[in-house]
């Protein structure tokens, strides 16, 4: 068993959130740094695609962080790239 091998992605396919949750320390960036708010976006699908070119088959792939995955416009598209590798 190798230790150091990776097993575990998290990808965040959007930055954008449609909640405003009272213990997200977004709404404090929102509102304190609204030039950095301004560049909230997705991640390109092509980005998408070479990542699940380059991971291995037992890598589980988790579309979470700070933005709502479900916002992306090609969601769907993207988890069929990571089939049977992913967790929500």
Partial sequence: ?????LNNVNLELSS???KKCWCCGRRKI?????????NYG??????????AKQ???????????NG???LH???GD???LFKKRFSM
Avoid at 55 to 65: D, K, T
């Fill in 78 to 80: 993207i988890i069929n």
């Fill in 30 to 38: 929102d509102r304190d740094y609204p030039e950095i708010a301004l």
């Fill in 55 to 65: 991971l291995q088959r037992n890598v589980v792939v988790q579309f979470h962080n």
């Fill in 16 to 18: 954008r959130c449609n």
């Fill in 1 to 5: 068993t190798n230790l150091y091998a």
């Fill in 42 to 51: 997705d991640m390109k699908f092509e980005l998408a695609e070479k990542i």
């Fill in 73 to 75: 416009p090609r969601f």
């Fill in 68 to 70: 709502e995955s479900l």
